[in-house]
């Protein structure tokens, strides 16, 4: 059974930083590449940054240069490291696989970026 828990998100005042984390459950994570997608309030989920099994990497625009993603295959978690945070980075953040997500999705965690 496929699980995906993400944890990390709270409030933050802009320019802050905050790490996520997703623990991954019931996928071979080894094999798989992983994302961080982002849906905020009234828009459509995004990708904002992709990592391959070779930890090769991959940003949205928006995102680029602020933010990290990583993986620990020792321990099938996945974070992104967030600097510089905006108000437009505010939104419920989730981990899925790339590039093709999973019908499955996780809570997410609520990031909040507001002074």
């Known amino acids: 059974q496929v699980q995906l828990v993400e944890s990390g998100g709270g409030l933050v005042q802009p320019g802050g930083s905050l790490r996520l984390s997703c623990a991954v459950v019931?996928?071979?994570?080894?094999?798989?590449?992983m994302g961080w997608y982002r849906q905020a309030p009234g828009k459509q989920r995004e990708s904002v940054a992709t990592i391959t099994i070779g930890r090769i990497t991959n940003y949205a625009d928006s995102v680029k240069g602020r933010f990290t993603i990583s993986r620990d295959n020792a321990k099938n978690t996945v974070y992104l490291q967030m600097n510089s945070l905006k108000s437009e980075d505010a939104a419920v953040y989730y981990c899925?696989?790339?590039?093709?997500?999973?019908?499955?999705w996780g809570k997410g965690t609520l990031v909040t970026v507001s002074s």
């Open positions: 019931g996928i071979s994570f080894r094999a798989i590449a």
């Open positions: 899925n696989t790339s590039p093709q997500p999973r019908d499955y």
